[in-house]
């Protein structure tokens, strides 16, 4: 994608466009944007002139640019449109095929494909109709980049935010490119904690919230992969574009893991299973008695491991949660299960758990390296393109090894 063109619609997540242009042209790309009337209330022309280099439209009756059809050309230009932020009301422009102003008008007389990047209240989010566009949309193959989880300009808490420029950015270069090393990759991840039960009403578990795992079933998906997501309890929404499967316990999730494993290529355990589970479940709830009770937990089965032991096993990524000696014991667990790589953070008060920055240093054999605090958003796609780059090193030198023994043959 070499000609963006960018429209923008009137929300607030407006103010981030002129860095997203920044970040567009600072990859090579050429940026020309549309504003709505609306937008013009959250960022000026003048900036946007400034930080593209291009005239900004917004009107569809603008005499001189339209002596010439100006519209038409624009709509020719672009290899892609892009509509960030995506108010709801101009969801339903897009799928009723509005034409009543100059964005809707370009995004209906152009043949590029239609990005749009939602972002509104998490409660207009969750209306049915605003689902009901965004299916409709999806069916016809726009994009859809997944509003995130987080604060909102409202007060609120909830999915309605506009991801970073960065995210956006790694989206376009990822959906659009044919010639991506993952496109149409087989990709399995395990994400949030599991639940052990102890009777009817209890269980152990952690304070995993999934919120990694999440983010890199998005980021893959972005990238063209076939991903399936194995999720333990959380409430966060599933991501769009995925195969989703619920689970609770960790027996649940290894038999789940192993029903999806055929042809998968790579497969990453971001899940926090529990070690351990009650040996003797009780069928009824266990009553108070005395001052102390006691438990006999039995090991887990161990995921990672059962996947990384299988004959022909994927490319296996494990996640190691750590409160010391991060670089120790992750090394220690990239050895022992034989793993291509290993996602090691510490956790702690604000950080690593149930929170939406995350730092990690990633091993493998021979190599390592470290991504400072940032969003868990931002930090998945980073993540999937050291894995890809790992990944298709294991392909070469695999071909590699084959062409060897054919030869000695």
């Not at 897009?94 to 009543?100: C, F, H, K, P, W």
């Not at 998490?122 to 689902?131: G, Q, Y």
């Not at 868990?376 to 894995?387: N, P, S």
């Amino acid at each position: 994608m070499k000609n963006i063109l960018l429209g923008i619609t009137g929300s607030i997540a407006a103010y981030k466009t002129p860095e997203l242009i920044r970040s567009f042209r600072a990859n090579g790309m050429s940026v020309r944007v549309v504003l709505s009337e609306s937008a013009k209330k959250f960022v000026t022309k003048t900036t946007l002139q400034a930080v593209s280099s291009n005239e900004v439209r917004s009107s569809l009756w603008d005499e001189k640019a339209e002596a010439a059809m100006s519209h038409i050309e624009l709509a020719r230009w672009a290899d892609c449109i892009l509509v960030a932020p995506t108010t709801a009301n101009f969801m339903s422009k897009l799928v009723y095929g509005s034409a009543e102003d100059l964005l809707s008008t370009l995004c209906v007389a152009s043949e590029a494909p239609i990005i749009i990047s939602p972002a509104m209240n998490s409660v207009m989010w969750a209306n049915k109709a605003v689902e009901e566009n965004k299916k409709i949309l999806n069916e016809r193959g726009v994009g859809i980049i997944e509003p995130e989880y987080g604060d909102q300009a409202c007060g609120e808490i909830g999915k309605g935010r506009m991801p970073e420029p960065d995210v956006i950015l790694d989206y376009i270069e990822n959906k659009y490119s044919l010639s991506s090393p993952l496109r149409s990759k087989k990709i399995l991840i395990t994400a949030g904690p599991t639940r052990e039960a102890i009777d009817p009403i209890r269980y152990i578990s952690n304070r995993s919230s999934g919120k990694m795992g999440y983010a890199m079933a998005s980021a893959f998906s972005s990238f063209g992969c076939d991903v399936t997501l194995i999720s333990g309890p959380s409430h966060l929404p599933t991501p769009d574009g995925i195969k989703m499967v619920k689970v609770e316990s960790t027996q649940e999730m290894f038999k789940a893991v192993h029903n999806n494993l055929p042809k998968v290529e790579i497969f990453i355990s971001a899940a926090a299973v529990s070690d351990y589970q009650c040996n003797n479940l009780s069928n009824q709830k266990i009553k108070k008695q005395g001052e102390t009770l006691s438990l006999k937990l039995t090991k887990s089965p161990d995921i990672l491991s059962s996947v990384a032991e299988q004959k022909k096993p994927p490319f296996t990524v494990g996640f190691a949660a750590e409160t010391e000696n991060l670089k120790k014991y992750a090394k220690e667990k990239l050895r022992l299960k034989s793993l291509d790589m290993i996602i090691a953070n510490k956790v702690g008060k604000n950080i690593g758990f149930d929170v939406d920055e995350n730092a990690v240093s990633v091993f493998w054999n021979g190599g390592e390296k470290k991504f400072e605090k940032k969003r868990k958003t931002i930090l998945a796609q980073q993540l999937v393109e050291l894995i890809t780059e790992r990944f298709c090193l294991k392909l070469d030198n695999s071909k590699m090894k084959t062409s060897n023994v054919m030869s000695i043959r």
